[in-house]
């Protein structure tokens, strides 16, 4: 358990910490004390879609049970989001969304004054995407 953390973080004993059991379906960004910010799913608190000065901290929600520490997040997944830049895919989708939106505003604005064929032929641009 927690193999990625440990190749990560050389030389810290990993001994004695596990994640949490039930971890939430949607990833995105906490902070785990102060200074470190993480992306991925975790057992406690909210998490954001936007890196931001406002995230919950999961810190708090750390626990010490007879078989150590528990984490309210997995260390491994954090670690894997961190090493292949899956928060870079997390902060797209959130842009994205917000310019479709944007874009589909002003489509369905103007849609009324467009003549069909013009339609259609957005209409094959955005599926062929």
């Excluded at 975790?42 to 528990?70: H, I, M, P």
């Excluded at 310019?99 to 589909?104: E, R, T």
Aim: with cysteine; glycine share 6%; net charge neutral.
């Amino acid at each position: 358990m927690l193999n990625l953390a440990a190749q990560y973080f050389r030389g810290f004993d990993f001994k004695g910490i596990e994640p949490a059991d039930k971890l939430s379906s949607d990833a995105g960004y906490f902070r785990f004390g102060a200074d470190a910010v993480c992306y991925g799913r975790s057992a406690a608190g909210s998490r954001s879609e936007q890196f931001n000065s406002s995230l919950y901290d999961t810190w708090k929600d750390c626990s010490q049970n007879a078989r150590g520490v528990s984490l309210p997040f997995d260390p491994d997944e954090v670690v894997d989001n961190l090493c292949n830049e899956k928060y870079i895919s997390g902060a797209k989708q959130a842009e994205a969304g917000a310019s479709s939106k944007l874009v589909q505003a002003v489509y369905y604005l103007f849609r009324p004054f467009m003549p069909l064929s013009f339609r259609k032929h957005l209409q094959k641009i955005h599926l062929s995407d």
